[in-house]
Structure formats: C-alpha cells, structure tokens
C-alpha cells in the first residue's frame, strides 16, 4: 500500500517536470524578450536588466530552465505588477474560494449524477432511461457560461432568489480557519453568514454541477450495465436474490471503478470549468485572478496562475489514483 | 455495415446540425442586414420587430446575422481544428503502436505532458502569451486534441501489427509507408471519424469559451461567445442579446453529440443482455 503511493508520488515527477518545461517553453517561445513580457510597457531599461538578471535570462537556456524551476520550487514567481504583491501569494488568497467552489459542485454533481445514472440503468430501454439520456446528453452540449447566464436571468432576476456574483454580502467577512467561507462561518458559530454564503455559492456551484452531471450519469449508466453482464450476476439472479441485494452486493462494488475513473477524468472539465464560471460569477478565486491578469497582460500572475491550475490538476489526479487502491482490493498488495 | 437511419439520434442530429449548416450557407438570403452593419436608432429591438427576426444588440446590429457570422466561424474553426488534429494525431498515434521502441517512448511523453494540463487552460495559455489571432486560436485549440486520435490510434494498431495480413505484406517486402498506407490507416478511419464527431463538439465549445473570456479571434468578427460576452451586461433588459447565441452554441454541439452517439451505437459490436 505505502509502497504503490510513494511510486505514484514518484512517477508524478516526471510529469511536473515536463509540465513546467512546457510553461517555462510559453514564456521563452511568446513573440518579444521575456524581460519586457514580464514587466509592465513603461517599465525602465533598468527595470528591464533587473528582471533580466533575476530571471538568469542572460544565462544560456538551460540554466534559466534550472533557474525557472528553483524560483517554482521555493514559491516565487516575482511581483505582479497589477497588485504589487508577490504572485504565489496573490494566488493563496484566492485559492480557497476556487477549492470550495469546486468542492460543493463536484459533491452535488456526485450525489444527482450517480443515483441518476443507476435508475437509468436498472430502467434500461424504459422511458425514465430516455429521460436521463435525454438530460445527460444536453448538460453535455450546453455551454457553461450560457446556462449560468441563464440561471442568473430566472434564479436573480426574475425570481430574485440567489444574488449573482460575489462570495459574500459587501461588508460582511468572518475569520478564516479552513478558507472555506461555509465552514469557517459554522466554525465562528455563526448560522446567518452560513447560510448566507450558501446563497452565494448557489447558482455558481450549480452552473459548474449541471456541466458535469452529463458526462457521470452516462459512465454510471455504462458501468452499471457492465457489471451486470458478469456471471456472477447472472447466478444471483438464477438463484432468486432480491434485487436490490444484487444492485448493493454485486453491482455498485464493480461499477464503482469506472466511476471514480470518469470523476477522476472529470476534474479536468471541473478545473477548466471554473475558470468560466468563476468569471461569470465574478467569484474570488484563481479564475478570476487569471482572466484579469490576462485582460492586463500581468504576464508572472499569468504564469503563476496557469502553474498552480496544472499542479493542483496533477495533485488531484494523484489523490485519485490513491483511491483506486482503497476501493479496488486487486490493487492492494501489488506493486503496480 | 447496416445502418439504422431511422434512429431519432440520428435523424435529431442531422436535422439540426443540416439547419445550422444551411444557416452558415445561406443565411445571407434570409437577412437583409450585415453582422456589423450599426445603427444606434434601433438598438436593443426585440425579437420580430422592426424587420429583425431575432432582434437587434446595444448597437442596433441585426443578431441574425451576426448568429450567422458566428456559425460560420465556430464551424470553420472547428472543423480545421478536428482536420489538423485528426491527421497529426491518427499519424503519430499509429506510427507509436506499429514502430513500438523508442518513438513509442517519446510520444507517450509528449501525451503525458500535454494530458497534464486542465483541457482549456492550455489554450488560455497559449493565447496569453501568444497573442490573438485566428491561427493562433487554431493551435491553442488543436494542442491537446491531437492526444484522444492518437490513443485510439495506437491501442489499434498494436493490435493490428501482428495480424496475419500485416506480418504477411512486411514479410513480403512491404515498407513502413506501403504497410500504413494500405493495412493500418484504413482501418483507423472508423473511429477516427467516431472521436473527430464528438471532438467537433467539443471544440466548437472551447472556441466558445475562448471568444467569451476574450481571448477568441479579434473582437470585430461577430462569434457566439463574444455576443454572449457582450449582452450579458443587458441580460435584464434585453434577454436575447445572451440567450440567442447561446442557443446557436447548444444546437450545434448536441447535434454532434447525438450524431457521434448514433455513429458509436452503429460500430459497436457489444450487445448488453437486459437481465436486471
């Protein structure tokens, strides 16, 4: 067990590696000398030798790359000169809001997508089964921005319900433990602010959930059906189990690999996604730090922004691959 | 290969996906207005007033005809897109699966790497720091959409190297272009097709969103993300400044979603026994 996590802790090396190359890549290979693309376009020539220097970009190639990499290990990407404040830290502020976004709405995804996906999978060919397919098939095509859009029309201003940007009301705060505005305001004790950054997380967290609960309700569907096409299936059914004994005893343990691939492959889109919705919803997070750093072109928040994105997606994917093991007995006690 | 045409995915799909065709095709006959045409005296017109059908923006543009613009660069866009990346991806894929050894090794890197980014942020990436442009919007989205052909393609051929034919035709003297010529590219066109349907999906929604965050071609060609950017500052006031290319965005994509479902159904060959 100890042994399968620190190999896939180790062959995540590689990767980060290959991964940093190909940002440190973007910012040599971007059109203009790096020194200027990182500073402002009034910066002074003395600003420029600065950067210059502290970048090693007079070094030969290589050498920036080490230099790239030792600055990303320890942390330090420079100053953004938007906020005038370093980079990583800009980026800690703000990494809690995404984390909890995305938290809420691949909980909910989970909770409606699954037990959706199984109903469609024990009413195989039946009506409810075109409804879901029905349902699944359109959260897949509708674009995320469009539906959020949309739920903001019906949800803030027809029905006047849930407020449409922001992570709390203008004024109001409590004080950060987790950085998870939900927890902490429970944590302080205080139900009102709990319940009013429910609010505020309604109609983001939902955008996001709707764009997954496409793609695992159809794996779910899938890998129900799969595993019910196993033979010893077909004994319990011959020998007259009840049916819900089968669907907890010999179909949701099998299907449950697939799934937690398909929510594996879906941080991704979860990730991708809330750079989106997060600018829709001006919610506080890295999305939008990025978008904004972008739209000045603050080219270190850039790269930080984009560094943290893939090594968070990496760290997530590493967490999912831990917990294949925990599930699949097979996997324990080899050295996969 | 028997087809079921009478599928309603199929006949959904094609009829929706005909209809925006058309429209990119064609739509010039049914407006008399151009995509950028202004006139601040009929701004923010509902829809089916004023000889607009679908209504007019904050600078009184027609939208019909800028929701054609749109579909005429979301199409085109899109289909360079699933071109380019379905013929460099399909080539090193089956070359990785046939030639196995060291060429294997490096591009299971490459896949690697590129597959660690999160879909989209790449693209946001590329555009930042390359700078806009209809090229560059290709690239940044082509970059990672190579990878699915390619996985395809090399789980395929692997399994086709050593059947009896192939082994036969390179014993019998049949290079490495003559062998992929004749015996492994045509038998990876099926599912090429099949990935390239729903990577045409998926592309026309990252352009999209590229468009909507501002990063998509330059701002004064009209594109269904960018107007859904643009009105939604008026979504109280004028709801189908937003809404409409957000219909045009979704017809499109489910169209190649219920035809790439269709085309799978046809080609897969696992029928599932219905015991529970």
């Known amino acids: ?336 | 290969m028997k087809f079921d045409f009478l599928n309603l995915k199929f006949i959904i799909g094609a009829f929706l996906l005909g209809f925006v065709l058309f429209l990119a095709l064609f739509g010039n006959l049914i407006t008399p207005f151009t995509a950028n045409k202004q006139s601040l005296m009929d701004s923010l017109l509902p829809p089916l007033s004023g000889g607009h059908i679908l209504g007019t923006d904050h600078l009184g543009r027609d939208i019909l005809a800028r929701m054609i613009s749109g579909a005429r660069v979301s199409l085109a866009i899109a289909a360079s897109v699933v071109v380019i990346s379905g013929v460099v991806g399909v080539i090193v894929g089956a070359l990785s699966g046939y030639l196995r050894g060291t060429w294997d090794l490096v591009t299971q890197k490459i896949v690697e790497s590129f597959w660690a980014f999160p879909p989209i942020l790449l693209a946001i990436a590329i555009l930042a720091f390359f700078g806009q442009s209809l090229t560059n919007v290709i690239l940044a989205l082509t970059i990672q959409r190579w990878i699915p052909y390619s996985r395809m393609s090399r789980a395929q051929a692997m399994v086709l190297r050593s059947l009896a034919y192939v082994e036969s035709s390179r014993v019998m003297g049949g290079g490495l272009a003559w062998v992929m010529r004749r015996h492994i590219l045509p038998n990876l066109m099926a599912s090429a097709i099949i990935v390239g349907t729903f990577s045409m999906a998926t592309a026309i929604l990252a352009e999209a969103s590229l468009s909507f965050l501002g990063l998509g071609v330059p701002p004064q060609i009209a594109t269904w993300g960018g107007m859904l950017a643009e009105g939604r500052s008026y979504i109280t006031r004028a709801w189908w400044l937003a809404v409409m290319p957000g219909v045009g965005i979704f017809i499109t994509v489910l169209s190649l979603n219920l035809l790439g479902d269709w085309l799978r159904d046809q080609y897969d060959p696992k029928k599932t026994l219905n015991l529970i």
Request: aromatic content about 10%; overall charge neutral; glycine content about 8%.
């Open chain 1, 1 to 336: 067990m100890l042994h399968l996590i620190t190999t896939r802790l180790l062959g995540a090396i590689p990767v980060l590696l290959l991964v940093t190359m190909a940002i440190f890549g973007l910012l040599r290979l971007a059109p203009g000398d790096a020194a200027e693309l990182l500073l402002p376009d009034d910066a002074t020539e003395e600003q420029i030798a600065e950067t210059r220097e502290a970048w090693g970009l007079d070094r030969p190639i290589w050498a920036q790359y080490g230099q790239f990499i030792g600055n990303l290990a320890r942390f330090d990407l420079g100053e953004s000169y938007r906020y005038r404040a370093p980079v990583f830290e800009l980026i800690g502020e703000r990494l809690p809001a995404t984390l909890e976004l995305s938290f809420y709405a691949l909980v909910m995804a989970i909770v409606i997508a699954v037990p959706l996906g199984m109903i469609a999978a024990l009413n195989k060919g039946k009506i409810i089964d075109a409804i879901v397919s029905v349902i699944s098939i359109s959260g897949v095509s509708a674009p995320s921005f469009w539906v959020g859009i949309l739920l903001v029309l019906f949800f803030s201003g027809y029905l006047n319900l849930f407020p449409s940007s922001g992570r709390l009301p203008y004024g109001v705060s409590v004080p950060s433990v987790t950085g998870f505005v939900t927890f902490d305001a429970l944590i302080a004790g205080s139900f009102d602010t709990f319940l009013q950054a429910l609010k505020y997380l309604a109609l983001p967290a939902l955008t996001l959930t709707l764009a997954m609960i496409g793609i695992i309700s159809r794996i779910t569907r899938a890998a129900v059906i799969d595993a019910g096409q196993e033979e010893h299936v077909f004994t319990a059914v011959a020998k007259g189990m009840k049916r819900g004994t089968i669907v907890r005893r010999h179909l949701m343990p099998n299907a449950a690999i697939p799934i937690v691939t398909i929510i594996g492959l879906e941080l991704g889109a979860l990730i991708s996604g809330s750079i989106i919705v997060e600018v829709v919803f001006s919610w506080p997070g890295i999305g939008t730090l990025l978008f904004q750093a972008i739209s000045v072109r603050d080219m270190p928040l850039t790269t930080g922004a984009v560094a943290s994105y893939t090594i968070l997606f990496i760290a997530l994917n590493l967490l999912i691959d831990i917990f294949y093991v925990l599930i699949d007995p097979r996997l324990r006690g080899h050295k996969a």
